[in-house]
């Protein structure tokens, strides 16, 4: 059996062989959401500083439980024929006329990401952080994103409160929030199972595409509108970077059960790198104020 090396290099010489002749492939190590490693290819049109990538670890612990390297392949290869590969020159990237449009935000955690955030502009909101992409292609496929460096700032000529109106203003625009009842969320998982029409007394907060959505709690008077249609506080509960849980405060017996809930979750079922809080938020409907859970 290959280790990771050999199973990469067989990959990468299989794409090689595939993709058309103005596709370079090379081999990636990419340091991700929360310092997460991730190993991988990233296809590049010749010409263009973009890259779009194929993580492998997943691949190859399928190849580990005894799936062929034509099967592993054959999968890889219809999920790359569907990556917004794009042509883009350095001199489009840094005109500032032609970018600001695109500029969006998400939210990180801040103590996990300390290394990456001493590179980035950057705006501290509780103990996460607004940090900000340029998103160049998305669609149902996929996403083509790049964030945004200091080297921008110093390029463009702009600091990071300027970058920051813009990222307000574009992100609910190009991202637009997307409330959907939890009974819709189990719906969607397991298409088959029949769900009883039951008030789970929650919503389910993310953007359209249901990608790096948790900072659509950012959006102007969004969990206001959302407290005044419970008529009440609300919980904010970090379920991933994607998406945040939005619980009235009359559903909660416990805020301890409620953080318990959350390390399980983050621990079980989310990848490292999905990881947004360890601990619920609460916003204060009459103060219209957004704090770390006590």
């Known amino acids: 059996m290959m280790n990771y090396e050999e199973f990469e290099d067989t990959i990468k010489k299989l794409f090689e062989s595939a993709v058309e002749k103005n596709v370079n492939v090379t081999s990636v190590k990419t340091r991700k959401n929360n310092n997460t490693l991730y190993r991988g290819l990233a296809f590049q049109m010749a010409g263009s500083n973009l890259a779009s990538s194929l993580y492998l670890e997943d691949s190859y612990r399928d190849y580990e439980s005894g799936v062929s390297i034509a099967d592993i392949f054959e999968n890889l290869y219809h999920t790359y024929k569907d990556l917004p590969l794009q042509s883009c020159s350095p001199k489009l990237l840094y005109d500032l006329e032609n970018r600001k449009e695109q500029i969006v935000y998400k939210l990180i955690n801040y103590e996990k990401n300390k290394d990456l955030l001493k590179e980035i502009p950057h705006i501290q909101c509780l103990d996460l952080a607004i940090v900000f992409y340029l998103l160049l292609h998305i669609n149902d496929n996929g996403i083509t994103s790049m964030l ?120 079980a079922i989310l990848e490292p790198d999905e990881v947004l809080a360890d601990h619920p938020y609460y916003y204060d409907l009459q103060k219209d104020t957004l704090n770390i859970s006590a």
């Not at 904010?236 to 009359?250: M, Y």
């Open 148 to 267: 945004i460096d200091k080297r921008y700032l110093s390029v463009w000529g702009i600091n990071t409160d300027t970058l920051y109106s813009y990222a307000k203003k574009n992100t609910p625009k190009l991202l637009p929030a997307y409330i959907q009842s939890m009974s819709d969320v189990v719906s969607e998982i397991d298409e088959e199972l029949v769900v009883p029409d039951v008030d789970y007394g929650m919503l389910m907060l993310s953007n359209t595409y249901k990608n790096l959505g948790a900072g659509c709690i950012l959006y102007d008077n969004i969990l206001k509108q959302l407290g005044r249609r419970f008529g009440e506080s609300l919980y904010v509960i970090p379920s991933s970077i994607h998406e945040c849980i939005i619980l009235p405060k009359s559903k909660v017996e416990s805020e301890t059960e409620l953080t318990e809930m959350i390390c399980e979750i983050n621990k």
